[in-house]
């Protein structure tokens, strides 16, 4: 079975501060996709980030980036001079390319930005 | 604006009744899905379709329903056979993989249910 694990369910750093999210997964497939979502007090989900399994360049997107090891299953999240508006639960997320568009959701981690 | 719209916001029924919640999106995807969100739960899989007229059951089906009789639209009744109703509810959709590409789900502003 597929799974995801996120092993930090809450977390607290101060406002400018980098911080960095654990993700690790569980999967025989060798073609996949992570995303990092982001749920702010609004409940609205939103996509930080998407890295696909057979690009070893790590992606980025303005102060996030992830730590891809593959070999290691790891996936883990950094948020760079981090802002209130952080203040979110994170969730890591798994998708293979198998054509029955299902993904799987860790727990979450609750991020407190701290001013 | 394109988007995915999840109505009523917050909704209150009573024991032993169904009640449906809506979604709608107009960003013209092919695939949409239900999920349910309990408190240090994450997300679970309900039901997702991935073409019009067809879905599928995901990993808490039971006392739940769907249909997918329109692109743009993907209701969720929760039936009186639910143990536990109350929880939020979250709707997304994406392009069908059905193509070999992965797409991110786009999501809904959830509606909150409580059944009591």
């Known amino acids: 079975a597929q799974t995801v694990t996120q092993s930090q369910p809450e977390m607290s750093v101060q406002e400018a501060e980098t911080v960095t999210l654990s993700c690790t997964y569980d999967?025989?497939?060798?073609?996949?996709?992570l995303f990092w979502y982001k749920q702010p007090p609004s409940r609205q989900m939103i996509l930080v980030i998407r890295?696909?399994?057979?690009?070893?360049q790590n992606a980025t997107e303005n102060r996030f980036s992830v730590n891809f090891q593959k070999a290691a299953k790891s996936f883990s999240l950094k948020i760079s001079d981090s802002q209130l508006g952080d203040t979110a639960m994170y969730f890591c997320?798994?998708?293979?390319?198998?054509?029955?568009?299902?993904?799987?959701f860790g727990k979450g981690t609750r991020l407190h930005i701290l001013p | 604006d394109g988007g995915i719209t999840q109505s009523p916001k917050y909704l209150f029924r009573k024991e032993g009744q169904n009640v449906t919640l809506s979604c709608e999106q107009n960003?013209?995807?092919?695939?949409m899905y239900w999920y349910r969100q309990d408190p240090g739960q994450g997300l679970r899989l309900i039901y997702y379709?991935?073409?019009?007229?067809?879905?599928q059951k995901g990993d808490i089906a039971e006392g739940y329903s769907v249909s997918r009789e329109k692109k743009e639209s993907f209701p969720l009744t929760v039936t009186s056979a639910q143990k536990n109703p109350t929880a939020f509810y979250l709707c997304?959709?994406?392009?069908?993989?059905?193509?070999?590409?992965?797409?991110?789900?786009?999501f809904g502003p959830g509606t909150r249910l409580t059944v009591t």
């Open positions: 997304a959709s994406s392009s069908s993989s059905l193509q070999g590409e992965v797409y991110e789900q786009y």
């Open positions: 890295q696909e399994a057979y690009k070893q």
């Open positions: 379709s991935q073409i019009v007229n067809d879905f």
């Open positions: 997320a798994f998708m293979t390319v198998n054509r029955d568009d299902k993904i799987i």
């Open positions: 999967t025989s497939e060798s073609n996949y996709y």
């Open positions: 960003l013209n995807h092919d695939a």
